[in-house]
């Protein structure tokens, strides 16, 4: 085939695997734990393990390979629109190509996720050296403050091309496997160096040059802009040029410790209190259960995921002289065999639950979506709420709702309308069952890793929105 024409059915799919996501960063030495640690990545913007931009573009390049002129390639233009997690099917498909140039898309269960453009043919630009003296590849990301960002510069070593050639070998057949490398090294130059271990890969202009020679990446900030957390850097390499764009993404943000809640309380105002609080390892719940704590009461807090950060919570409530239970609980299961081990008889329930809230979708409605913010926003809090009054006579419970109820911010429909109906189940529960009282809240955006934003917005302390919550369901317990 010439490469002439297109067509909208797909070339390749791909399910992104674990063994995919270490291949990859063996082959160029990207070892950023937002691909790499599944517990550091559910903190980060993705949600979850993402797959490397360039992985995914250097696959897609090469299933490209035996129908279209690769050896003739001059120029790439890669834009990196969304995450794609590890567990997902991406699929490849050609939007345009003819004897000069190529557009495919990417895209995971219908959403684009990336697009990539090809161009063949011309003379090949001579190779623009930068001078710097080559480093190796840490063993973890370099940490950089915004202060340092402007106006760095440096070189590294290339891992030896063998491996990446193999990930991609047509593609290296085509272009040769140093190039690959040199492509390879610019998610190593982002992840691991600029901006590092808070980055996140935006686009890639590639000039492909005369030259494919050398053994090491070159690279200069040229353009850092702190209000919008851009990063815009020059490399050099084996056999091409390129204008590397990413953003410096937000740092997990820091639990409020013991001693900071502590103070806010009064010495034994909670003593009477036995709380159940699900959702317990970060944001609200670290925040409620450690107020709690401060106050004299009896804690437990669940966990879906992260059971290290659970236990740090638990750890610093006992270091603090507090009481503290940590359970595994997960919404979608039945909740009398998950908490059967609970040493205490619940008089209060703070319902912290949650799936991602803000997330990829390929429709404006989806019913899946929304299923699974019913069963943890209505479902489990109904089923929590009962199995409590089993062992406690009388329970206040915390329904969280959200002011996005009356916002509607883009994207989030499955998460309003389940939160509209959570106020009316807890509203009905509370009217109806003897001995249940439900304190409903419409939270603004409160600052955890979930509201975090590359752009910042404005956000409230976990501690100080629910003090005042916790002494209200203690008063009327």
Request: glycine residues 8%.
């Amino acid at each position: 085939m010439d490469g002439a024409g297109s067509s909208n059915a797909p070339l390749a799919s791909r399910v992104w695997s674990q063994e995919h996501q270490a291949a990859f960063a063996q082959a160029t030495g990207d070892v950023n734990p937002m691909h790499m640690d599944a517990e550091v990545a559910r903190r980060t913007l993705a949600g979850g393990q993402a797959v490397h931009g360039v992985h995914a573009a250097l696959w897609a390049l090469d299933a490209c390979a035996d129908a279209y002129p690769l050896a003739r390639l001059s120029a790439l233009q890669m834009r990196f629109e969304r995450f794609v997690l590890v567990g997902d099917r991406s699929t490849l498909v050609v939007d345009g190509a003819d004897a000069g140039q190529m557009r495919l898309s990417l895209s995971v269960d219908g959403v684009r996720v990336a697009t990539i453009q090809a161009v063949f043919g011309g003379e090949r630009q001579r190779a623009q050296p930068m001078e710097a003296e080559a480093v190796a590849i840490p063993a973890e990301p370099v940490t950089m403050e915004p202060g340092t960002i402007a106006g760095a510069a440096g070189a590294f070593r290339l891992p030896e091309p063998e491996a990446i050639a193999a990930l991609v070998p047509r593609l290296a057949h085509a272009i040769g496997a140093p190039r690959v490398a040199a492509l390879g090294g610019l998610s190593t130059l982002v992840g691991m160096f600029v901006p590092g271990l808070h980055s996140i890969l935006s686009k890639i202009d590639v000039t492909l040059t005369d030259a494919a020679e050398g053994s090491s990446l070159a690279y200069a900030v040229k353009r850092f802009q702190p209000m919008l957390q851009s990063v815009t850097t020059q490399a050099t390499g084996p056999g091409l040029d390129a204008r590397v764009e990413s953003f410096v993404r937000p740092r997990p943000v820091e639990q409020e410790s013991w001693a900071e809640l502590a103070g806010l309380v009064r010495p034994g105002e909670f003593s009477d209190v036995s709380a159940l609080i699900v959702g317990g390892s970060r944001g609200l719940g670290a925040a409620t259960a450690k107020l709690l704590a401060a106050g004299g009461g009896a804690v437990c807090i669940t966990y879906a995921s992260g059971a290290s950060e659970a236990d740090a919570v638990a750890r610093e409530i006992r270091d603090g002289g507090g009481r503290c239970q940590v359970l595994r609980y997960d919404a979608a299961q039945p909740v009398g065999p998950q908490l059967e081990s609970l040493a205490m008889q619940p008089s209060q329930l703070y319902h912290f639950a949650t799936p991602r809230i803000f997330r990829q979708k390929r429709a404006p409605f989806e019913p899946a979506c929304f299923e699974e913010m019913m069963r943890v926003y209505n479902y489990a809090f109904y089923d929590l709420s009962l199995f409590c009054l089993e062992r406690h006579d009388r329970l206040a419970a915390f329904y969280p709702s959200t002011t996005a109820i009356d916002e509607a911010p883009r994207d989030t429909l499955e998460y309003v309308m389940a939160k509209t109906a959570g106020e009316t189940l807890a509203t009905t529960l509370a009217r109806t069952i003897p001995n249940l009282r439900i304190v409903i809240e419409r939270l603004p955006r409160v600052k955890t890793d979930q509201t975090a934003t590359i752009f910042p917005v404005p956000a409230a302390p976990p501690g100080a929105l629910m003090l005042p919550i916790i002494r209200r369901l203690s008063s009327e317990a």
